[in-house]
């Protein structure tokens, strides 16, 4: 069935360092991929997201690129802050189906240190 | 325009006991959803309902079960909670279309069963 792999954390880094969280996934169909945000004590809250293959999701100043070739939807940011800190979720959206359901990652909790 | 509204926030249970989790939209979307979050899990889909007067079957079903009571409304109940329940609830909701695939979240629920 269809999976999202994404790297464990934690993740910390300094204010103003380059992220990268890397998301790889399975799938037999053409789905939407998304990135969602948790910060602490909250709901998830959609981040990005993309539809098809070499579209770029973009927000807040995070990146991520629809990657058929290597099945990729990696996030990345070039300058983070205190508040980017938060657990990022990578997802699909399966179409298969009356309704499309969400397929997550495990999660990767990011700490930006001031 | 409160969106994806939960209710209650906290519930601590003893085992055996009862008890229902609610869900109400204002985003006049079909679908609605019911996931569980668990360290190191991601979030796993307990039960869904495409459309109102439907409900399906997630990936963790057993020990819950689901009513669609209107177009806003989606109830998880818990008969006889385990301590394997434990977890933070979280309903969504979103389209049916592969469009409108987008899923947005409540708040969620903290419960824990002792």
């Known amino acids: 069935g269809d999976s999202v792999t994404q790297m464990e954390g934690p993740v910390t880094l300094s204010e103003e360092a380059f992220l990268t969280i890397n998301c790889t996934y399975t799938?037999?169909?053409?789905?939407?991929l998304f990135w969602y945000v948790q910060y602490p004590g909250e709901g998830l809250q959609l981040l990005l997201k993309?539809?098809?293959?070499?579209d770029k999701g973009s927000n807040k100043g995070f990146e991520a690129t629809y990657r058929k070739e290597t099945t990729s939807f990696h996030l990345e940011k070039g300058s983070v802050q205190v508040s980017d800190s938060a657990v990022y979720f990578c997802?699909?959206?399966?179409?298969?189906?009356?309704?499309?359901?969400?397929?997550f990652g495990t999660g990767t909790l990011l700490a930006v240190q001031p | 325009n409160a969106g994806v509204t939960q209710t209650p926030k906290f519930q601590v249970l003893k085992t055996g006991q009862s008890m229902t989790l609610q869900c109400a939209q204002d985003?006049?979307?079909?679908?609605m959803y019911w996931y569980r979050q668990d360290p190191g899990m991601g979030l796993r889909l307990i039960y869904y309902?495409?459309?109102?007067?439907?409900?399906d079957k997630g990936e963790v079903p057993n020990g819950y079960n689901v009513s669609r009571l209107n177009k806003r409304e989606f109830s998880l109940r818990l008969e006889s909670a385990a301590p394997s329940q434990t977890s933070v609830y979280f309903c969504?909701?979103?389209?049916?279309?592969?469009?409108?695939?987008?899923?947005?979240f409540g708040p969620g629920t903290r419960l824990t069963v002792l």
């Open positions: 309902s495409a459309s109102e007067g439907t409900t």
């Open positions: 799938a037999t169909g053409y789905p939407s």
């Open positions: 993309a539809t098809k293959a070499d």
């Open positions: 969504a909701t979103g389209g049916a279309t592969f469009s409108t695939d987008t899923q947005y």
């Open positions: 997802a699909l959206s399966d179409h298969g189906g009356a309704t499309n359901k969400l397929i």
């Open positions: 985003m006049n979307h079909n679908s």
